[in-house]
């Protein structure tokens, strides 16, 4: 704590970064809320803990952070000078997943890819200011949604009706889950569940300040009270020009709404399903054992080891047995790829070709498909014979470190 916050007025707000651009929306921002000019430090973290040994703590604090490698020393060092209910956000161009969630555990408010604008802060000053209703904070707050992506290897493998599966049997695990076909012009979800197609996805992709709570709660359709379903049907007049942020501030809110995000991810080359695809905590790739998903696996998985540079798919085999004759053996084709083929689901057309809301292949959970597919989910959850069992979330290196609370 600063040795003079005990007697000094607590002022509401510092900001401690560098650049022309992400200075003039810091402005933008402190003159919306009538706050001194002076509240703009030109400077990092670093800067910030040397002004915070003389000076107050405010209620909201911005820091600039560039190296991943020092943040855990920089933010130690933030965390002995600064009183433990100020509500701190880091800003920087660190875009990484993993990078993300660790902020969040430690107790950082809000994480913002710079450059800055006045609309991100102000919605990072509400987050930290105003909760929203229902959220329970400190110790008892729900652990951020993990996300999960489910890509076909090709086409006509059934990765669709796997991604729809596995979100159910989340569900059935007793988390609160979303399913998001991220195709909004080809997908096909919607369709399968018969549901009414997610309106103003477009919009949302092409404008990501208009993504927040309010809007994923109008776009997802509710399949059961604890499945909701994200699946447009846009037109395809024109193609959707996804903004450079569409994907980390879609996921960002999905993650702060749920327990489970099943991504459908296609395979066709955009930077939007890459990045969203490189955000995913794990990735299955569904395939077939035929030549072609050889020829297609051994693709994608360099897509995912040289371009994507994240850790490596799971692979997993899909209607296997549809075809004998012409099929490659699971271990030849891992060979192929140069990943092991970790899952195999058995061909099941009762299952998986006549899809509904109503899922019928859930009320058989001892079929072969069934007890394949709560493999796959035990990958990621309790399986069905486990359901409402949670395994409990282990801490963050540093967590608790800082306790600002989110």
């Known amino acids: 704590m600063s040795a003079s916050s005990a007697s000094a007025p607590k002022p509401p707000f510092y900001a401690f970064a560098g650049g022309a651009a992400d200075i003039e929306a810091l402005r933008q921002f402190a003159d919306a809320h009538q706050w001194a000019a002076s509240c703009i430090k030109e400077g990092d973290i670093t800067t910030a803990a ?15 952070l560039s190296s991943p490698e020092h943040a855990p020393q920089h933010l130690t060092e933030l965390a002995e000078v600064c009183d433990p209910d100020t509500k701190v956000a880091v800003a920087g161009e660190i875009n990484e997943y993993s990078f993300y969630c660790w902020l969040m555990d430690i107790g950082i408010s809000s994480y913002l890819l710079k450059p800055l604008s006045a609309k991100v802060l102000e919605g990072a000053w509400e987050k930290a200011t105003q909760p929203a209703a229902g959220v329970h904070t400190g110790a008892a707050a729900r652990a951020a949604g993990q996300v999960v992506g489910v890509m076909g290897a090709r086409g ?21 889950t979303v399913l998001v076909d991220l195709d909004p012009q080809d997908g096909s979800v919607a369709l399968l ?10 919009e949302a992709m092409e404008r990501p300040e208009r993504i927040d709570n309010l809007f994923i709660e109008r776009a997802c359709n509710r399949l059961k009270p604890n499945f909701h379903v994200l699946s447009a049907e846009e037109s395809i007049h024109e193609p959707v020009r996804y903004h450079e942020r569409a994907a980390e501030t879609l996921l960002h809110e999905l993650r702060d709404a749920y327990d489970l995000i099943v991504l459908d991810i296609p395979r066709t080359p955009n930077v939007f399903f890459h990045a969203c695809a490189r955000l995913c905590e794990t990735v299955f790739v569904i395939t077939d054992l035929t030549l ?21 798919p799971v692979f997993v085999a899909n209607r296997v047995g549809l075809n004998e004759k012409y099929e490659i053996p699971a271990a030849e084709y891992g060979k192929g790829i140069g990943a092991k083929v970790e899952y195999s689901i058995p061909f099941a057309p009762d299952a998986f070709m006549s899809l ?32 409402g069992k949670e395994t409990a979330k282990k801490p963050g290196g540093l967590a608790g470190l800082l306790k600002k609370g989110k």
């Open 156 to 176: 006509g493998v059934g990765a669709t009706s796997v991604a729809i599966y596995l979100a159910a049997l989340g569900e059935q695990a007793g988390k609160k």
């Open 50 to 64: 040397a002004f915070l040994k003389q000076n107050p703590s405010p209620q909201f604090l911005l820091v600039e």
């Open 292 to 312: 072609t998903g050889l020829s297609a696996g051994i693709r994608l998985n360099e897509l995912f080891k040289d371009h994507l540079k994240r850790t490596p």
């Open 356 to 387: 509904s809301g109503e899922l019928k292949a859930l009320k058989h959970p001892n079929t072969p498909a069934m007890k394949a597919l709560q493999r796959l989910g035990g990958h990621l959850f309790p399986a069905a014979e486990e359901q």
């Open 193 to 202: 569940l018969d549901l009414d197609p997610s309106r103003g996805f477009r």
